[in-house]
């Protein structure tokens, strides 16, 4: 946690419903009076909206492994900077849909890097920040790879095999059990409505009362 503000992280393969339950908490968020900063990885900053043209891009067959970790690290160095960090230290509660344990899944299992080495780069990255609630929407790899497609053609990791998601869906799993206590895992496949209420409960009890 950096500063008086409430960091709290999305997390979740493709077409858990991030992006949905980002917003359904912003806004109840909103209502109850707190001064709310939504953002995104990658693609928050300037320097953001050009790595997610680079590694999102299904024609960039050519961009390696290695490559591709880096570039999502640069992106979370500047987030951080120019985004998380100065929206915590002014007292807002900060939603991002995607963070650290996205490459963890991503860039570690799912291109099968040491956890180890990911966690080390994102560490740098981020000077240590880490939220104080994760959310995981948990979803089987083929319901969200069809949600995904169904609304546009695939990016560059819809693309990947069944496989290679099922490896990320693992280690989000993993990362979650390891710390029962930051994270909030809910299994997506419910209504939004049911799993917004789910996590307005959480984090009522992270705000304490009169949230």
């Known amino acids: 946690m950096a500063g008086p503000g409430v960091?709290?992280?999305?997390?979740?393969?493709?077409?858990?419903?991030?992006?949905?339950?980002?917003?359904?908490l912003a806004a109840s968020l909103t209502d109850g009076g707190h001064s709310v900063r939504t953002t995104r990885e990658p693609g928050a900053t300037a320097l953001g909206t050009t790595v997610r043209s680079i590694v999102l891009d299904p024609a960039n067959t050519g961009l390696s492994a290695r490559a591709e970790a880096l570039l999502y690290a640069a992106d979370r160095a500047q987030h951080v900077h120019e985004?998380?960090?100065?929206?915590?230290?002014?007292?807002?509660?900060?939603?991002?849909?995607?963070?650290?344990?996205?490459?963890?899944?991503?860039?570690?299992?799912?291109?099968?890097?040491?956890?180890?080495?990911?966690r080390s780069i994102s560490h740098w990255a981020t000077e240590g920040l880490q939220p104080d609630l994760t959310v995981l929407l948990d979803l089987p790899p083929e319901t969200g790879l069809a949600r995904a497609r169904g609304r546009a053609a695939a990016d560059r990791l819809e693309a990947e095999s069944v496989d290679f998601h099922e490896r990320v869906r693992a280690t989000f799993r993993a990362l979650a059990a390891a710390e029962p206590g930051r994270y909030l895992v809910?299994?997506?496949?419910?209504?939004?409505?049911?799993?917004?209420?789910?996590?307005?409960?959480?984090?009522?009890?992270?705000?304490g009362a009169g949230w």
């Open 7 to 24: 960091f709290i992280a999305f997390e979740g393969g493709e077409g858990a419903g991030k992006s949905t339950q980002v917003a359904r």
């Open 83 to 118: 985004v998380v960090r100065p929206a915590l230290a002014a007292g807002q509660v900060v939603l991002t849909d995607r963070f650290v344990d996205s490459s963890l899944a991503y860039q570690g299992a799912g291109r099968s890097f040491a956890e180890s080495d990911i």
């Open 186 to 207: 809910l299994d997506a496949t419910g209504t939004p409505d049911a799993l917004a209420a789910a996590v307005r409960d959480r984090v009522a009890v992270l705000l």
